[in-house]
């Protein structure tokens, strides 16, 4: 198959042939039709994750079609849709069985055997999936059926940015209704913070970015109040929406530099719970003052929008079909999987809420 490989940091992706291993047990090969293009990507590209990812196919937000299954695999069959999650779980471990599989101590991607080969080497795939690809060879736990009238390129979607935003509000930080948030970045994953607080029934919800066009964005996910951190300090600015209070609920959904992690604290009243959402490149230290938190205050991270896949794509689907998860508005850009280069140009430009790989002839 044709794949878009990763071999340094910073270096370009180069498009190649790859060999995929045939399904074992339990294991299911998925014609890819759409990949989204995520953030997440683009930090491994960087090398901020470290230089033991390469080389890897890159890319983890991916939809298709069941192709074939290996020995076991009885709930899925050939010519069924599928969004990829990309974190695993065993079932049978305490944080699978307390309800939080995405946190699963045992997943099985990390113990499974090598599956992608090119250029004589083993490859690597983004977050065990490798979706920048014809085809994906996953668990089967990995791959979420859904119903075979959702477009593949929204439904790629679900299988990060939206799970991990709209989670982050919904399943993380479980915003109450009337509640006042704010949410620093509005790029692919804050403007899915910003509509999973606005599904919640959050009162105000105030759009953090330095980009006016991003900002511009966000009120179409739902974003009531827009401030921009290149004017002013944001939690002087978020304080003055809130009768100097702050915000119930913040959210840090950039992961690229220390400052907007503490902001998301600061701007926070009595009681505010911060959740961090963006993955920080390695060495982030954030400072904070210790007294900063005493007002009874809660900073959790959360991990893919505390997924639980095989109940949360399925219901998010749901909230699509209903008209109130927008899908449609995500996707500014489609290109080719031999464009993925110039994808990435846009991505770093800031230029795009999402572009989406259109791989369904990619062999
Ligand atoms: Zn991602
Ligand atoms: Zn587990």
Redesign the pocket.
């Known amino acids: 198959m044709k794949a878009a490989v990763a071999y340094a940091a910073n270096a370009p992706l180069k498009i190649e042939d790859v060999d995929v291993a045939t399904p074992g047990p339990r294991e299911v090969l998925v014609k890819l039709m759409a990949s989204g293009v995520c953030h997440s990507d683009w930090h491994i590209l960087k090398g901020e994750w470290g230089d033991a990812l390469f080389p890897a196919i890159l890319g983890h937000e991916g939809a298709g079609v069941v192709q074939s299954v290996g020995d076991g695999v009885t709930r899925l069959k050939a010519g069924d849709h599928v969004i990829l999650a990309w974190r695993t779980?065993?079932?049978?471990?305490e944080?699978?069985q307390r309800g939080f599989?995405v946190l699963?101590?045992?997943s099985p991607v990390a113990a499974s055997r090598p599956r992608l080969a090119g250029s004589g080497s083993t490859l690597g795939a983004a977050a065990g999936l490798g979706t920048f690809a014809g085809y994906a060879l996953v668990p089967e736990i990995a791959a979420v059926l859904i119903d075979a009238d959702i477009p593949f390129a929204q439904a790629a979607l679900l299988g990060c940015g939206v799970m991990t935003g709209v989670g982050a509000a919904i399943n993380t930080a479980q915003v109450r209704p009337g509640a006042t948030c704010a949410v620093f970045g509005c790029g692919g994953v804050g403007l899915n913070v910003i509509q999973g607080c606005a599904i919640a029934g959050a009162d105000m919800i105030i759009a953090v970015d330095m980009l006016d066009n991003k900002l511009d964005m966000s009120r179409n996910f739902g974003a009531t109040h827009l401030v921009n951190a290149s004017r002013g300090d944001p939690v002087q600015q978020i304080l003055d929406l809130t009768h100097g209070l702050g915000v119930h609920y913040a959210f840090e959904a950039i992961g690229l530099v220390p400052e907007p992690f503490l902001q998301s604290v600061l701007c926070t009243r009595r009681r505010g719970v911060t959740t961090w959402v963006g993955h920080a490149p390695l060495n982030t230290p954030v400072t904070i003052d210790a007294r900063a938190l005493m007002q009874e205050k809660t900073i959790i991270a959360s991990m893919y929008g505390s997924a639980r896949p095989h109940i949360d794509f399925p219901r998010l689907l749901g909230l699509y079909r209903d008209g109130k998860l927008k899908l449609d508005e995500l996707i500014t850009r489609r290109f080719e999987l031999a464009d993925v280069n110039e994808a990435f140009e846009v991505l770093k430009r800031g230029e795009v809420a999402r572009s989406v790989l259109d791989l369904e002839t990619v062999g």
């Open positions: 779980s065993c079932g049978i471990c944080m699978c599989p699963c101590t045992a």
